[in-house]
């Protein structure tokens, strides 16, 4: 009889124990653009990156075949307002909170593009998490 309620609370524990592994969720890029540009160019591309694990995750880094690199870059305004970029070593993706990547801000520059960019085709980057490890996003090239 003993037995019994040891094996039923065993299996109760692995249920629980799964259902938690199903609930947290993942790490996905919504709305992903790039704007056109011309091959010799510098290109941008933008996305939203969603963090539905339990834990912050980090971008490390962007690759991408089509240009000569790919960098992670913020745009700021100096007290001049005059605009200026940055390059960021690492961008901190918070659990449960997406990190949006736009113009005037946060942006994957391509930069020295080997090929055009027109409206309407798709380009490949992989992003390169801390935790999460690689991930592959299709990339819309859109006007603004
Ligand atoms: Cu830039």
Redesign the pocket.
């Known amino acids: 009889m003993k037995s019994k309620i040891v094996i039923f609370v065993l299996l109760l524990a692995t249920l629980l124990v799964s259902a938690c592994g199903a609930a947290s969720g993942e790490l996905t890029i919504q709305d992903a653009w790039a704007r056109p540009a011309n091959t010799g160019e510098?290109g941008?591309a933008y996305f939203i990156i969603e963090n539905g694990t339990a834990s912050d995750d980090s971008l490390m880094g962007v690759s991408s075949d089509i240009a000569t690199a790919a960098?992670v870059?913020?745009?700021m305004a100096d007290a001049n307002g005059v605009m200026s970029?940055q390059?960021q070593d690492a961008v901190i993706i918070p659990a449960g909170e997406p990190v949006e990547f736009k113009p005037g801000g946060l942006?994957?520059?391509l930069v020295n593009l080997t090929r055009d960019l027109k409206p309407g085709e798709t380009i490949t980057l992989t992003l390169n998490f801390k935790e999460t490890g690689n991930v592959v996003v299709e990339v819309l090239v859109k006007e603004p």
Do not use: T
Request: net charge negative; glycine share 0%.
């Open positions: 510098n941008a960098e870059h913020m745009s970029m390059m942006h994957v520059m």
